[in-house]
């Protein structure tokens, strides 16, 4: 058994929507270098002699070879193939530690345990007691070493470091989940170390907003979204999470036959338009035609708008509408 932290702190509430601007987020972002808090990443140690092997049996990625300080990515399904959260795995030697959406980690866990039978796993809810920042920018890689004082404290990409900065132990991985250069953090909360380097650094803070800019325009499935019940890792276009070698995992029957036999009937895309009244959950039409509806939405600083939406494979494309008022829009493929 297990325990899970509920307790809401500041190093799990949602940070502001921007601090100087959308615009100045963004730039900062997109061309130099800035901090986020991950506050919507829920994290827990498994530990024991089996952990990698059942989270292997009920994931899809093929992980029970994963190496000390490599990072994978895998996703854990239902029984019928459907996704219960995209969980990122660092195999840290004595333990892993896992990240996922804050909202499905209690989820996972009991999923986990549920699994574990007379396994030698023990799981421990550190999210409450962690906090995370993620370096993200092209001008990261540089930043970075600033940051842990030493160049081979900086990992590649895909794989991690533990280190200790000034008595307090931190680890830091590479994932560039949004498809640019991004470095996650984790220290103690409060952590008395990362908290003043940046400061001291004076490295700026970006908001919600600019991140959900950037989310949506490389395509990244998001956990409420386009990760949920409804949807299966097909479908989010998930495939570097997935093996199709492995042996079998629980939905792996489903998800196998989805693919050998071409069956996924919905594909996830991206979306553009410029009429404000959007909203997530707006149906998508093909001429007249219902073929999907929209899972994520924005505005950029343009006030032109963006999103993310799962429709039905081999529609038209050439008339895309959005919405009761049949909004006019774009579509990009993933």
Known sequence: MFQVTNLITSNTCDPPKFYVSIEQDYCTLTKEVAVAYGTKFGR??????DALDLLNRISTQQIDNLKQNEVSFTVQTTNKGRIIDFLTVINLGDRLLIFTALEAKERVMES?????FDDDVRLHDCTAETQIHQLMGHKAPIKIMSVLEDESNVPDLFTAKEIIINNEKIIIIRTDRAKIPTYEILSTYP????????????IPFVGTEALEILRIEAGVPAYGSELSEKFNPIEAGLFNSIS????????????????????????LIRLNWSEPG???????????KEIGEVTSCVMKMNRSYIGLGYITRNSNLDVIKIGLNKVSANTLKI
């Open 44 to 49: 827990f140690w498994i530990s024991g002699k």
């Open 112 to 116: 986990i345990d549920f699994f574990s």
């Open 191 to 202: 952590s008395k170390v990362i908290d003043s380097k940046i400061k001291s650094m004076k």
């Open 244 to 267: 199709f070698e492995k042996g079998c995992y629980v939905g792996q029957e489903v998800v196998a036959r989805l693919n050998t036999y071409d069956k996924v009937k919905r594909e």
């Open 278 to 288: 959007i909203q997530k959950g707006d149906i998508i039409f093909s001429k007249d």
